[in-house]
């Protein structure tokens, strides 16, 4: 019975509340939360031509030069943004913090 009540409470508080769709946010709006600017500099250069074209051996590869150029700490902000979106966006980020060929 108390249960049932507390059902038919909450039924009538949603019903009075607009319809939002879907919950949480949009991959819109999660890769423009996680999009950073890369630090200012000279860019580390990453070979892509000729190599695993996987999107994680991509990112690993990335990594990899970013803490051999001693810049360790911008690894997390690097993997968040590049992995906010499809394989395009981890391309398009790479290009953005690395210099590509």
Not at 41 to 52: C, R
Request: proline share 6%; net charge neutral; charged share 25%.
């Amino acid at each position: 019975m108390a249960l049932r009540k507390l059902l038919d409470n909450r039924t009538a508080q949603s019903d009075s509340l607009p319809y939002r769709g879907r919950q949480g946010p949009t991959k819109q709006e999660t890769t423009m939360a996680t999009q950073t600017n890369p630090p200012e500099g000279d860019k580390p250069h990453l070979t892509l031509v000729g190599e695993d074209g996987n999107a994680m051996s991509i990112m690993g590869r990335a990594s990899k030069v970013l803490r051999r150029a001693g810049r360790a700490d911008e690894v997390p902000a690097f993997m968040a943004e590049a992995m906010a979106g499809d394989y395009d966006h981890v391309l398009q980020t790479c290009m953005k913090w690395f210099d590509v060929d």
